[in-house]
């Protein structure tokens, strides 16, 4: 069969529509539904233990506070919320629930916000929630505090580094971190040359 230029003419672009729409449907089944699950162990890295906040600050569900934790390198931004239920990784002290992450992306990086405000969220992050979130305003990633920090909606696939809580005498401490601490640190240990 020999081809024309005419032929041509239909069969590029109508190739390259499909392959457009291949990628296109690929990438919303990826940013949907291909979501790594939260740890169900989670391994702890001890680290120093900082003072975050006063129990007292936290006076309802869905309070929160921005803080930084000091890692090897510099000093990781958290948030800390005060939530409606007990999330695993998280800490209950006298009835309350708190938990806390990393407020750095799994994807590229980014620092999160927190979205108290969730019909703003839906217009801003493209996500609807009927309850605050943790969102990526790089690319739009939704992460959801009620499932230990899973990555919900948009390109993130791994789910947020849990900071390790302890409580005393009202008062909370941040004292280590889930590893790997994402995207800082990955499940592969580096090769070192030679190796």
């Known amino acids: 069969m020999k081809l024309s230029r005419r032929d041509l003419v239909w069969i590029v672009p109508s190739g390259l529509a499909a392959a457009f729409f291949g990628w296109f449907g690929w990438r919303a089944v990826k940013i949907q539904f291909l979501k790594t699950a939260v740890p169900k162990e989670i391994r702890w890295k001890k ?46 002290t006298d009835g309350k629930y708190f938990a806390a992450w990393s407020r750095i992306c799994t994807h590229q990086g980014c620092k999160l916000d927190y979205v108290r405000n969730v019909e703003a969220g839906a217009i801003l992050y493209n996500y609807r929630s009927d309850h605050p979130f943790l969102g990526c305003k790089c690319h739009f990633g939704a992460f959801d505090p009620l499932e230990s920090g899973k990555a919900v909606f948009g390109p993130p696939r791994f789910p947020l580094p849990r900071i390790l809580l302890q409580e005393e005498g009202g008062v909370l401490y941040a004292a280590g971190y889930e590893t790997p601490l994402r995207p800082i640190e990955s499940y592969r240990p580096l090769k070192t040359f030679g190796s």
């Open 47 to 92: 680290g120093e233990r900082v003072k975050i906040a006063e129990v007292s600050e936290f006076d309802e569900p869905w309070s929160f506070a921005y803080r930084e934790y000091p890692i090897h390198g510099g000093k990781l931004p958290i948030v800390v919320l005060r939530l409606p239920q007990a999330v695993p990784g998280g800490l209950e």
